[in-house]
């Protein structure tokens, strides 16, 4: 079949290489029909993931056709139309049971290695090397799904497959940061990114009653996007004082919820920290938007960080959260917690992701697309390949 492949740093092509096979009992194996880039990519295009190699296929985010299931798979049948969790859970520890699905114990195929990395091992990922826990990804023809049952979903009928792939990863990262934030009614909720995932956070923080919800960017497109398709307030930071504008619109205080939606990717112009200030350097990945969003947030209030870290990061300002009573929390999306409910909401028309798909290209054109998707060009949200052609 043919698959997108990591062939060295900001480096892919497409390429032929062996059609997956059903190896438990169950598994199955899935036709894709939608598969879209994610900024949890870009670490990986760049080198920045170890044990990376030549001829990995990448993508996590997808919804496809059923073409073979294994023999214990219960809840799908040849030709159903699925979307899968970008996260591999086994469904049955500790973890899963309490819906911590990005926590699993089992889900991930080198737990030594995610063990010595982050100090617990963690779920696997379509699109991830197998030394951290990965699985071949979802820009290909056909991906094996482990634990079918459990991280497979029937799509409904009146969802489109532009819609559906977003409940894959996006939409499930951006429901849980407004919901593990805590939004309730009457908060003021700042969004720092207007990518995806960003977005999505600022409609799931309105459709949980927050009072006003503002994203941050320095994308002009992303912007304009933002307050179309989500009704939010924006604000460029380039151009703007983000904390001060913020105290503003808060009356005096600061938001209650911060989510940070952009990863160590994409810094941005935003000024050095103390620390850099005082050594003049940089080391590690730079939480850039996380330390913003800590001096902005209201005493008392929450940080919750969505965007894609992979090791280390220096400059944090660990004082602020503990002087101003901030909580902070963090996750990978634990999509099987929230699959199902994002898509009856996607099917009521409640909740609308097709127009993140700003370009739709063959998987022949998958290099192309993640040029774009990289840098931003040509108004870029999200590339969606289309194996079929």
Known sequence: MRALCWEGVDALAVRQVPDPELRNAHDMIVRVRRSATCGADLPLLGGRLP???????????????????????????????????????????????????????????APAVTESAWGQPTAGCFGHPRAVGGFAGSHAEYVRVPYADVGAFTVPEPVSDDRAVFASDAAPTGWMGAELGEVGPGDVVAVWGAGA???????A?????????????????????????????TLNYELTDVPAELRERSGGRGPDVCVEAVGAADGGATPPSLAERFTGRRSGEDPLAVREAVHACRKGGTVFVSGTFTGFVDTFPLGAVMNKGLTL???????????????????????????LATHRLPLEQGPAGYALFRDRVDGCVRAVFTPEG
């Open 197 to 203: 995932v960003g977005q999505l956070t600022a409609q």
């Open 329 to 355: 929390r963090s996750a990978r999306q634990h999509g099987q917690r929230w699959i199902p409910m994002l898509l009856d909401r996607m099917a009521r028309d409640e909740l609308r992701t097709e127009h």
């Open 205 to 233: 923080a309105t459709l949980l009653g927050a009072d006003r919800v503002i994203v941050i960017d320095r994308h002009p497109e992303r912007l304009r996007m933002a307050e179309r398709h989500t009704g939010a307030e």
């Open 51 to 109: 044990f990376l190699a030549a001829g990995d296929v990448l993508g996590h985010e997808f919804v496809g056709e059923v073409a073979e299931v294994g023999p214990d798979v219960r809840r799908h049948r040849v030709g159903d139309r699925v979307v899968v969790s970008a996260a591999v859970a086994c469904g049955s520890c500790w973890y899963c049971r309490q819906g911590l699905h990005s926590c699993c114990d089992n889900g991930g195929t």
